[in-house]
């Protein structure tokens, strides 16, 4: 498991891509806390799941969950950067996560943070499958 620290915003250079991960998720609020048991880390169901956009908070995007706090899971396709070399790390940058999170990497633990509204980062070098296989990025969102 990675560890997870705070960072500041990168930027694209020379020796640096971001690759923004807004848009569209796959969403499921987790009403029992029964997502692990189902095993949601490597996967969302296909029943259940519903689109919502990122970055936004659940509560504001889909009026049933407005006082609802988690957990809930989200899940996006990513894909590795062309001409990534073995010397060159991925990592996935969270601007903010309220207020834990648990980030599963094609289906492994990939790393974990808590703290509302602070950025951190978790390296998923070690998980990332070559360039042109989709890569499965899973959260684990608690707002308590």
Known sequence: ???????????DSAHRRCT????LWAFIADHKDDGHASGF???????GRTPI???ASWNEQLPELDSFLGPAWY?????????LTPRQ???????????????????ERAGAHEGGHLPFEVDVTCLL?????????VLRVGDR
């Open 1 to 11: 498991m990675a560890d997870t620290w705070g960072t500041l915003r990168p930027s």
């Open 75 to 83: 899940e996006r396709t990513v894909w590795a950067p062309l001409g």
């Open 20 to 23: 923004p991960l807004d848009g």
């Open 129 to 137: 499958r070559s360039s042109g296989e989709p890569n499965l990025l």
């Open 41 to 47: 880390c490597s996967g969302l169901p296909e029943s």
């Open 89 to 107: 790390r991925v990592c996935l940058r969270f601007g903010s996560v309220n207020y834990s999170c648990e980030v599963y990497f094609n289906g």
């Open 53 to 55: 956009a990122v970055p």
